[in-house]
């Protein structure tokens, strides 16, 4: 009788929407709507950053220290230590790690253990349930529930609340972390200040670890707000707050290509048309002059921000497995950094330009699927649309639907209760916007 070839953690886990979904939209030709990642390039200041780190200071084709190159945990701590009201050690509260899914997995392994318990609030990026089952914690679901919209008003997504009983409810003793994504994927919901107390209340009367995904944070539209659930009182010792330099910087493909070569990069698949980097303070930016020869050996950059207490698990963690992240990459997102603490909260900081064209796109976008007869619902944040498509009987395809040369994903992606509800939302995001 043969052994057993896979690890039981492997059960149940091996469909991957992404892997499906990159694959339909390179085989048909067609523009992926579903899939986040931008049509512009990223800021010329970050481009250079890169294209500086690989041919200048020959040191940096080596190792740097396992846990960040030093001056990018040291400027790390220093914005992000300004923003959470904290006081942050570059070598004691700050991890980087090969993207945020990286810093994910690393605090999933690190402090989920057999039989824990992990709320996980839908609809959800789909790595947070897989990533619990592979720690062997079980994940418990609590749902975003939509209120009916104003008359006249378009519906939003501020209007999808979390039931305040409910969410008391999914709380036990084996409860170990809540997985809280504000601005959410794929909802674009900006948790509110009020929200936020709610969870963190029942984190600290339960004891309860916050694994807070901010990598959206510069994404915020209209009025709203992003806060960090760290910033909250008593919350900083009991949160890990995860960030992406990838999003930051709208350069989702900087990491070692899966399949070999300079293709694997980014996704092949039919352009919109080429947009440059959307503002700068004189106007409209063309986009970079020539094309920055970028080798693919540059890998996506993320990093974890927390208490010493929860990040020295993390640490161990890393060391005995990814250990160290490119340093070339890591030096070029601590120049870009570097560069937006200069300019923050100025009308020449890429986080201040970057959501207002990105809004303006939204509204675009929002406006032709209502002239099609489609009923989208407006994100407050992040770079995804959720439109509702039960008028249309074409979408029944099991996570995915195309017509016209486009390509969407469906709600069933990104899981949300009752389940009937996925069957009637589809996600448009990054090169739709």
């Not at 992990?118 to 609590?142: H, K, N, R, S, W």
């Not at 070029?332 to 890429?350: D, I, K, N, T």
Request: charged share 20%.
């Amino acid at each position: 009788m043969a052994k057993r070839l896979q690890a039981r953690r492997l059960d149940g886990i091996d469909h991957n929407p992404w892997v499906e979904f990159v694959k339909l939209a390179s085989e048909a030709d067609v523009v992926n709507l579903g899939q986040g990642f931008p049509d512009f390039p990223p800021p010329d200041f970050a481009l250079e950053a890169f294209q500086h780190a690989v041919s200048g200071d020959f040191m940096l084709n080596q190792y740097t220290k396992a846990f960040g190159y030093p001056p990018l945990t040291k400027i790390l701590a220093s914005f992000f230590g300004k923003l959470l009201g904290q006081e942050l050690d570059p070598l004691k509260n700050v991890l980087v790690t090969v993207g945020a899914y990286g810093a994910l997995f690393t605090a999933f392994q690190a402090l989920v253990d057999e039989g824990d318990e992990v709320i996980i609030i839908e609809p959800f990026f789909d790595c947070y349930e897989p990533m619990t089952l592979m720690a062997g914690g079980l994940p418990v679901f609590v749902s975003l529930k939509p209120s009916p919209a104003q008359d006249g008003e378009l519906d939003s997504s501020s209007n999808w609340q979390l039931d305040p009983m409910e969410l008391a409810s999914k709380f036990t003793p084996r409860t170990k972390a809540l997985v809280l994504n504000t601005p959410n994927n794929p909802l674009g919901k900006v948790f509110s200040k009020p929200e936020l107390e709610l969870v963190a209340s029942l984190c600290q009367q339960h004891d309860v670890v916050c694994i807070a995904d901010e990598v959206y944070q510069w994404l915020v539209y209209d009025q709203y707000q992003h806060i960090s659930i760290a910033s909250l009182p008593g919350m900083w010792e009991r949160t890990l707050t995860v960030g992406s330099a990838g999003k930051t910087f709208s350069a989702t493909g900087w990491k070692v290509s899966q399949r070999g070569g300079a293709e694997g990069v980014a996704p092949p698949c039919k352009p919109l048309g080429r947009r440059g980097w959307p503002g700068d303070p004189g106007g409209g930016w063309p986009g970079p002059k020539e094309p920055h020869p970028l080798p693919v050996l540059l890998v996506q950059v993320g990093w974890v921000l927390g208490p010493d207490r929860l990040l020295r698990h993390l640490r161990t963690v890393h060391q005995n497995s990814v250990f160290h992240c490119p340093t070339q990459a890591q030096a070029a997102v601590a120049q870009s950094f570097e560069r937006e603490q200069l300019h923050f909260g100025q009308p020449s900081s890429y986080f201040v330009q970057l959501p207002q064209a990105v809004q303006r796109s939204r509204d675009h976008m929002v406006q032709s699927l209502r002239s099609v007869g489609l009923r989208p619902i407006v994100p407050q944040g992040s770079y995804f649309l959720i439109i509702d498509v039960s008028d249309f009987s074409e979408w029944d395809q099991p996570c995915w639907a195309k017509c016209g040369g486009l390509e969407a994903a469906r709600g069933s992606a990104w899981p949300l209760s009752p389940r009937e509800e996925d069957a009637r939302l589809a996600r448009s995001c990054g090169r739709a916007l």
